[in-house]
């Protein structure tokens, strides 16, 4: 096997399996970034990360191995529609915002097939992920203070939802906030 990397828990989040939008739709999503970051929250932008869904996050994979289940995952997955419906909110994790795909079967299947490959990579996957656990979102803030909501309820109203979109890349990051690197990516089939 190739390169194991490791993280310990305390030293923020790890390593990350994300797809990635279409150039227009992740556009649009940088500029909601951009909104929520005027009314005083931590921006997107700031962690230097791009509009994603994540499949995953380990404390530890093996950089070869999963360079090559992107790589083969890509190979063998056509990019697919999403559409972006509704705003929801993570409390218990730091009032993470959100935007909520609208979930199919097609979805779920996807992201289980993708889980079970990345188990056999990967180590001290997070349970959030887990295929009867996952809630698929895009994040566009995190530390959503109370008094705010009024101006995310208008920030998505005026971006207007729902957002149909392509994903049309899978990639792995390193998740460490302060910034985001990007380790590698893979194109989904045309």
């Given amino acids: 096997m190739g390169e ?27 500029s ?8 005083g929250e931590s921006s997107m932008r ?5 509009p994603h869904v994540s499949l995953a996050v380990a404390g530890a994979v093996d950089l070869t191995a999963t ?4 790589n083969q995952f890509g190979r063998s997955t056509k990019a697919f529609p999403m559409s972006l419906r509704s705003l929801g909110f993570f409390i218990f994790r730091g009032r993470i915002a ?9 979805l779920l299947a996807l992201h289980e097939r ?6 056999f990579v990967a ?14 979102h895009c994040t566009v803030s995190v530390g959503l203070l109370p008094q705010n909501l009024a101006s ?10 729902p957002l149909e979109c392509h994903m049309v890349e899978i990639g792995l990051s390193e998740s460490r906030f302060d910034p985001v690197k990007q380790l590698h990516t893979a194109p989904l089939i045309a």
């Fill in 46 to 50: 700031n962690v230097e990360s791009r």
């Fill in 4 to 30: 194991r990397i490791k993280r310990s828990a305390g030293a923020g989040m790890p390593y990350a399996i994300e797809l990635y939008f279409d150039a227009a739709s992740e556009s649009r999503l940088y």
């Fill in 67 to 70: 360079c090559d289940l992107l």
């Fill in 114 to 119: 993708f889980f079970i490959e990345f188990s």
């Fill in 98 to 106: 959100y935007l909520a795909p609208k979930v199919t079967p097609e």
């Fill in 152 to 161: 995310a309820f208008e920030a998505c109203e005026t971006f207007g939802l």
């Fill in 123 to 136: 180590s001290g996957i997070w349970r959030y992920y887990e295929p009867a656990v996952w809630v698929p």
């Fill in 32 to 39: 909601l970034w951009d909104e929520f970051a005027r009314f």
